[in-house]
């Protein structure tokens, strides 16, 4: 079965540099959530997607933005990147409108920022 | 493919009784186990964890218990509290990924 693939897998960037990560959720499923995982700490909620809306918002910062697209798809569009940003970000999608549980979530993102 | 099932996705339990949440793994490589609670637009939050070189952890109300031969871990929370209302995550990391549950939403009901 097709899980919830997340592009690239890692990525090192410099400082003020942007990054575009990418999630492509399970077929079907209409909801897209972000989070950013700190070393050594709980993921942190940053945003989510449903139907292509913005449907709820953490701790993302400014420099970040998402979108959801036509086909589900999301990216999260970062920009000035600073040593803090260096984290795994991971994606999860789920089959039910802004459901909390029955989150498929992908392998993540490792951002390394130089 | 998912490599960590949480095959139930609800349970609701009475005040007072034992919480019981399963999840199943089919990657015989992983070794370390946690279990995550997440309230709503929140991240999950660590609650405990498990080595591969035990088949038990306690801590408080809380208990994993890990069988390696049936792929199986769970946890345990007794006696259950309406506090406890949240999803639960098991998840297992292995080197730079990440493999989470789909979840299981528990509610304790006074």
């Known amino acids: 079965a097709a899980g919830v693939i997340q592009s690239p897998r890692h990525l090192i960037k410099e400082k003020r540099e942007t990054a575009t990560l990418k999630c492509y959720p399970i077929?079907?499923?209409?909801?897209v959530y972000w989070y950013q995982q700190g070393p050594g700490q709980d993921p942190q909620f940053l945003i989510s997607?449903?139907?292509?809306?913005?449907?709820d918002k953490g701790s993302i910062p400014d420099r970040f933005s998402a979108q959801q697209f036509s086909d589900y798809h999301s990216e999260l569009n970062m920009s000035s990147l600073e040593l803090g940003d260096s984290a795994l970000y991971f994606c999860?999608?789920?089959?039910?409108?802004?459901?909390?549980?029955?989150?498929?979530f992908g392998p993540g993102t490792r951002l390394t920022v130089t | 493919d998912q490599q960590v099932k949480q095959n139930s996705p609800s349970l609701s339990v009475q005040e007072g009784r034992i919480s019981i949440l399963n999840c199943d793994y089919t990657?015989?490589?992983?070794?370390?186990f946690l279990w995550y609670k997440k309230y709503p637009a929140e991240g999950p939050t660590f609650l405990i964890s498990i080595s591969s070189i035990k088949d038990k952890n306690e801590d408080g109300r809380f208990t994993v218990f890990l069988n390696k031969s049936a792929k199986h871990l769970s946890l345990h929370i007794v006696p259950s509290q309406p506090g406890d209302s949240a999803v639960y995550f098991c998840a297992a990391p292995t080197g730079n990924q990440f493999y989470f549950g789909t979840g299981t939403s528990l509610t304790v009901i006074p």
């Open positions: 990657n015989s490589m992983f070794d370390y």
């Open positions: 077929p079907r499923h209409d909801t």
């Open positions: 999860a999608s789920s089959p039910r409108d802004l459901a909390e549980y029955e989150q498929y």
């Open positions: 997607f449903y139907e292509k809306m913005q449907s």
